[in-house]
């Protein structure tokens, strides 16, 4: 069964230091998003993105927040200049163009930000 | 107000129990509805979506009434795998959107 992949499982990272998060979208999904997890909270969305341009971003989703599909597989997100409040997960997700919404998320990447 | 609201549990039943969860949403203009559900520290897996006329899958059943903005997920026969934490999600639009997440009701299904 086709499935989203993200690496690393896990980064650490200094404040102030850039981070670059990668997913593998599934093969046939032309959807791709970004939520977040702070470690007890809800899944936030932080940017959806289509055809090459973002399609949405919320609030969280700074000038220090920027995505990116470098070639035909993979969309990375990459954070500037981390604080301590970045910390937490970040799961990519991914869905076709079916009008379901349905999104499947991969298995996360947990960012920790000293 | 919060966008979805869920119970936050935890629910403690017995293997073969029937459980019930709700969640209410504040926008009466969403559109598509789903329940997730999350292991501890893993990423959320889609259960099922929300149909008007109501769905179900196995021993699985969920329930929307938009008059009153109510989803509700009905677990029969419950399992030990079954426990996790049940994440009602909406999005306010048709079509590929932002998904908004609910904090997840936690169950736990005890031998």
């Known amino acids: 069964e086709p499935e989203v992949t993200q690496t690393p499982s896990h980064q650490v990272t200094q404040m102030g230091q850039e981070v670059i998060l990668r997913c593998v979208p599934i093969?046939?999904?032309?959807?791709f998003y970004w939520y977040r997890q702070i470690l007890g909270q809800k899944v936030e969305f932080l940017v959806s993105?289509?055809?090459?341009?973002?399609?949405?971003k919320s609030e969280i989703f700074d000038d220090q927040f920027s995505v990116e599909r470098p070639d035909g597989s993979n969309f990375t997100l990459k954070i500037r200049s981390t604080k301590l409040e970045d910390s937490a997960m970040y799961f990519c997700?991914?869905?076709?163009?079916?009008?379901?919404?349905?999104?499947?998320f991969g298995p996360g990447t947990r960012l920790t930000v000293l | 107000r919060k966008e979805v609201e869920q119970d936050p549990g935890p629910f403690n039943v017995p293997e073969g129990a029937t459980v019930a969860f709700n969640c209410t949403y504040s926008?009466?203009?969403?559109?598509?509805f789903f329940w997730y559900r999350q292991d501890c520290r893993k990423e959320p897996k889609l259960l099922m979506s929300?149909?008007?006329s109501g769905n179900e899958d196995g021993r699985f059943t969920a329930q929307l009434n938009r008059a009153s903005q109510y989803i509700s997920l009905l677990i029969r026969d419950s399992k030990l795998s079954d426990s996790a934490t049940y994440l009602c999600?909406?999005?306010?639009?048709?079509?590929?959107?932002?998904?908004?997440f609910g904090k997840g009701t936690r169950l736990s299904v005890i031998a």
């Open positions: 997700a991914s869905s076709e163009d079916s009008g379901s919404n349905e999104q499947f």
């Open positions: 093969s046939n999904h032309l959807y």
């Open positions: 993105f289509y055809n090459n341009e973002i399609s949405e």
């Open positions: 926008n009466s203009a969403s559109q598509s």
């Open positions: 929300v149909y008007s």
């Open positions: 999600v909406v999005s306010l639009y048709s079509g590929n959107t932002p998904l908004v």
